[in-house]
């Protein structure tokens, strides 16, 4: 079975703070795929990244950095310097080998406030 | 501006009448996909097509119905079946259907939220 934790239902920072959001997952693939959306108050789900199971390099884009550990089945997604405009839901995904499933965990809500 | 619409933005439905989502895309992707989401939960499948004329049942699909007769076009149908319909209905499509690289990334539109008086 496949499945995607996000222990963090909510967290408040002020801006400014650095946030680190976690993300663990189970599957039994091989070869999968992961990604974070982020989903701000207008509902609209925006893509942020994807990586594939065979590729632990970190990546960071802007504020934006994301830790892959396969050894410990995470993907982990940090905001540098936080700002208000980062306050949304922030889903974490899997997708499996062949490409069938899209397995989405429950979210984490952050709040940044000013 | 390319992009995929739904409509409409908010719908209010009598118990035991059928009511049909709109979800539009102008990427020319092949793939389209309908989810349900429930507050504090994550995303769950109603349905996906993976071309057109074609579809095939995600993790919920009882109760809904779908059509895909048009590459543009997949509406969702939420029928009198579906016990409890009341949530927020997002709409996504990709380049390409389980191709094992980015063109399977899924990009989404801006939801309806359904509610049932």
């Known amino acids: 079975a496949q499945k995607v934790t996000q222990a963090q239902t909510e967290i408040s920072v002020v801006e400014k703070e650095d946030v680190t959001l976690d993300c663990v997952y189970e599957t039994r693939d091989t070869t999968y795929y992961l990604f974070w959306y982020k989903q701000p108050p207008s509902g609209e789900l925006v893509f942020l990244i994807r990586r594939n199971s065979f590729d632990e390099q970190n990546e960071i884009s802007g504020r934006y950095s994301w830790n892959f550990q396969k050894s410990t089945s995470s993907f982990n997604f940090t905001i540098t310097a936080s700002q208000v405009v980062d306050s949304a839901v922030y889903f974490c995904a899997l997708l499996n080998q062949a490409g069938t499933a899209l397995i989405f965990g429950k979210g984490t809500t952050l709040s940044v406030s000013s | 501006d390319g992009g995929i619409t739904q409509s409409p933005k908010y719908l209010f439905r009598k118990e035991g009448q059928n009511v049909t989502l709109s979800c539009e895309q102008n990427l020319n992707h092949d793939a389209m996909y309908w989810y349900r989401q429930d507050p504090g939960q994550g995303l769950r499948l109603i349905y996906y097509?993976?071309?057109?004329?074609?579809?095939q049942k995600g993790d919920i699909a009882e109760g809904y119905s779908v059509s895909r007769e048009k590459k543009e076009s997949f509406p969702l149908t939420v029928t009198s079946a579906q016990k409890n319909p009341t949530a927020f209905y997002l709409c996504?499509?990709?380049?390409?259907?389980?191709?094992?690289?980015?063109?399977?990334?899924?990009?989404f539109g801006p939801g309806t939220r359904l509610t049932v008086l």
């Open positions: 097509s993976q071309i057109v004329n074609d579809f």
């Open positions: 996504a499509s990709s380049i390409r259907w389980a191709s094992g690289d980015i063109t399977d990334t899924q990009y």
